[in-house]
């Protein structure tokens, strides 16, 4: 007897990149983000919506860490080594970062549904 929630469906897949995008940002930045390259390679082997969400999940950690360490540069060269630069660093990253991760987890929510990501759509 089937239960009244159970799928009716196949899953989609898209569940496995969004969960390596937030493991490069929480646990294990280079091998995610070397898994999310290899997936990226695998593509065209893939569903649309595993192939939308690992798209967005690599530009997205490529963005992160652009934004991050260049805001970072400009406050090192706006500061220098003060203690001014050093609150600017740590609001920057820590603010960037959180941005990230609640994307990854609202990407994370779409995925489950098997719906495509919140993406520009020309760039997937």
Same mark, same amino acid.
Request: no cysteine.
């Given at each position: 007897?089937?239960?009244?929630? $159970?799928?009716?469906k !196949? /899953?989609?897949?898209?569940? *496995?990149?969004?969960f390596?995008?937030?493991?490069?940002?929480? %646990? #294990?930045?280079?091998?995610?983000f070397?898994?999310?390259?290899?997936?990226?390679?695998q593509?065209?082997?893939?569903?649309?919506v595993?192939? $939308?969400?690992?798209? !967005? /999940?690599?530009?997205?950690? *490529?963005?992160g860490?652009i934004?991050?360490?260049?805001?970072? %540069? #400009?406050?090192?060269?706006?500061?220098?080594?003060m203690?001014?630069?050093?609150?600017?660093?740590?609001?920057?990253?820590?603010?960037?970062?959180?941005?990230f991760?609640?994307?990854?987890?609202i990407?994370?929510?779409?995925?489950?549904?098997g719906k495509?990501?919140?993406?520009?759509?020309?760039w997937l």
């Amino acid at each position: 007897m089937q239960y009244s929630g $159970a799928q009716k469906k !196949a /899953a989609s897949g898209a569940v *496995v990149p969004v969960f390596w995008y937030l493991l490069n940002l929480l %646990a #294990i930045p280079v091998i995610g983000f070397v898994v999310l390259l290899w997936m990226y390679s695998q593509r065209s082997r893939v569903n649309d919506v595993r192939r $939308a969400h690992t798209r !967005a /999940a690599l530009l997205m950690s *490529v963005t992160g860490f652009i934004l991050i360490s260049s805001g970072i %540069a #400009i406050g090192w060269t706006v500061f220098g080594d003060m203690g001014h630069f050093w609150t600017f660093a740590g609001v920057w990253a820590v603010a960037l970062h959180t941005g990230f991760v609640l994307w990854g987890i609202i990407s994370l929510a779409q995925a489950m549904s098997g719906k495509m990501p919140y993406f520009p759509a020309k760039w997937l």
